[in-house]
């Protein structure tokens, strides 16, 4: 059982449509990242949100954090071909030592 | 030009033979983790270590080893590889544990027929 619960797990979408993504826990986080991962690399940091209800934009990228800080979104607008790849969240809880990743979305954005 | 660098980046081996992934940062980071990736189970944590000398079991530790002689170096050692152990494995740094951005090395495919 994932302790990060990301959905959708696949999305594939026209070039310039708008999309969500979710991520979902019953923990409460202290904080919460947002990575991309290409193919053949490893993630890279898009975010760190901290404060629940603390929203934040990256370009056409708007991430929130819930109130209660249990759970997250990330929002495209005008999805481009260039956000392809896989979109993973992780958060840092009760546990001092890491933080727990969930199972990603595999985002295709088609031209 | 800060980063995480592994090797090897792919390898294909046989059950049983001792193998070691090598992990290094320039960055002076404390804290260093390996995770592996497998699909639809996302990132699961195997080791970490807060510091030189200090290492701990993430949540998969079963079937390897590491060790963190110097503040660099992190490698992971899989004394008796078997199947189960294919996989996408990362190496990831960062500054200190705790809502610090964790950098990340570009993966070792390892294969163990």
């Known amino acids: 059982t994932q302790l990060l619960e990301q959905s959708p797990q696949f999305l594939s979408i026209q070039e310039g449509e708008n999309l969500t993504v979710y991520c979902n826990s019953s923990?409460?986080?202290?904080?919460l990242q947002w990575y991309r991962q290409e193919p053949g690399e490893g993630p890279v940091l898009l975010v760190t949100v901290v404060t629940g209800g603390e929203v934040k934009k990256l370009k056409r990228l708007t991430f929130q954090f819930g109130d209660a800080r249990k759970d997250s979104s990330l929002h495209i607008t005008a999805a481009q071909p260039g956000d392809t790849g896989l979109y993973l969240c992780?958060?840092?809880?009760?546990?001092?030592?890491?933080?727990?990743f969930g199972a990603g979305t595999r985002l295709t954005v088609k031209p | 030009e800060a980063q995480v660098t592994q090797n090897p980046r792919y390898l294909i081996t046989v059950t049983g033979k001792k193998l070691t992934v090598t992990c290094s940062q320039n960055m002076n980071h404390e804290y260093m983790s390996w995770y592996r990736q497998d699909p639809g189970l996302g990132l699961r944590q195997i080791y970490y270590s807060m510091n030189v000398e200090v290492t701990d079991k993430g949540d998969v530790p079963e079937g390897y080893k590491v060790s963190r002689k110097e503040k660099r170096n992190f490698p992971l050692i899989l004394e008796s590889p078997s199947p189960n152990q294919t996989s996408l494995y990362f190496c990831?740094?960062?500054?200190?544990?705790?809502?610090?951005?964790?950098?990340f090395g570009d993966g070792t495919r390892l294969s163990i027929l």
């Open positions: 992780a958060g840092e809880g009760p546990w001092v030592h890491d933080m727990r």
């Open positions: 923990s409460v986080f202290s904080s």
């Open positions: 990831a740094s960062s500054l200190t544990v705790g809502n610090q951005p964790q950098h």
